[in-house]
């Protein structure tokens, strides 16, 4: 079933959406789970979110070191007691050819499920802790983009405008459309 499924880039307006709890954890979900792994992988990605192949589910998976043994997956993920911030260098896959600083808190508690609906708890600091957040961000429809400052906005606008640019020449906007 998820054999079909791609990274999608910026400005698709399912990145945008607030991602809906799991409820039911199917092999459907893990087998969509496992081809987000091979996705991240193939982009040389250290996390993906649901949403950014285009499945607004409270879903993310990640692989800090790019080893199998780091892969981690992590259902309805919920963060909480942030501790500390540092400003830290971030770049995303539906965000191709862009990175910017971005400030995160240095520490943080996971509560999340794994794929059979059993709940677990971590905790993390620094680059884990980054990821986490900046894939938690994804499921609430929040992009690095909305959290650059104005020099950096300025400094990227180029790059969102061929982004735009390539998303109409792919999305023709049927009323324009030439008969
Ligand atoms: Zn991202």
């Known amino acids: 079933m998820p054999d079909d499924i791609a990274i999608i880039r910026y400005p698709d307006p399912r990145l945008r959406k607030m991602s809906e ?11 969509l789970a496992l081809r987000m792994l091979e996705l991240m992988k193939e982009a040389r990605g250290v996390g993906l979110a649901a949403p950014q192949v285009g499945r607004n589910i409270r879903l993310f998976v990640i692989s800090p070191t790019g080893e199998e043994q780091d892969i981690r997956i992590y259902v309805n993920p919920l963060l909480s007691d942030a501790q500390d911030e540092d400003e830290g260098e971030e770049g995303c896959l ?3 050819n862009l990175t910017t600083k971005v400030w ?7 509560n999340a499920q794994d794929l059979d609906g059993n709940p677990f708890e971590e905790t993390a600091e620094g680059y884990i802790a980054r990821i986490w957040q900046h894939e938690t961000d994804h499921l609430n429809g ?7 400052g104005p020099v950096a906005k300025l400094a990227a606008r180029r790059i969102l405008k061929e982004l735009q640019q390539k998303w109409d020449d792919e999305h023709p906007d049927p009323r324009k459309k030439k008969r």
Do not use: N, Q, W, Y
């Open 104 to 110: 995160r808190s240095k520490r943080l508690r996971m």
């Open 94 to 96: 539906s965000l191709p």
């Open 21 to 31: 709890p799991v409820t039911h954890f199917t092999p459907e979900l893990r087998a």
């Open 142 to 148: 929040t992009l690095i983009i909305d959290r650059m």
